[in-house]
């Protein structure tokens, strides 16, 4: 099972970016999907999150109004559209997938690193 993060690299504030997910190994139709991150030297933090019938979605703050996340489950892949990025933003971006379980993700994806120039 893996879950294979794309579509990071360096842009100026004010920038876009569009990250990819593609997971294989299994569905993750029935997973609410999401988007952590971490910047360096501090712990990783909730960024969004989807559910598995896509009808719902939860941003952190720092995130609403800016970012967009969405899935494609026939692609087993989802998406976050980052826009008016900020230098605060610079962090190794995750996805993530929970399957509903106490004890917290179930699956974690490889990271790409966003850089925000100021």
């Known amino acids: 099972v893996q879950l294979q993060a794309s579509g990071g690299g360096l842009v100026q504030a004010g920038g876009s970016l569009r990250l990819s997910c593609a997971a294989s190994g299994r569905s993750f139709s029935r997973y609410t999907m999401g988007w952590f991150r971490q910047a360096p030297g501090k712990e990783r933090e909730f960024v969004t999150a989807?559910?598995?019938?896509?009808?719902?979605?939860y941003y952190a703050d720092s995130a609403k109004g800016r970012f967009t996340i969405s899935r494609d489950s026939p692609k087993n892949s989802i998406y976050l559209q980052m826009n008016s990025l900020k230098p605060e933003d610079t962090a190794v971006y995750y996805c993530?997938?929970?399957?509903?379980?106490?004890?917290?993700?179930?699956?974690w994806g490889t990271g790409t690193l966003v850089t925000v120039s100021s």
């Open positions: 993530s997938a929970w399957g509903g379980s106490l004890s917290g993700i179930d699956y």
């Open positions: 989807i559910s598995w019938s896509g009808d719902k979605t």
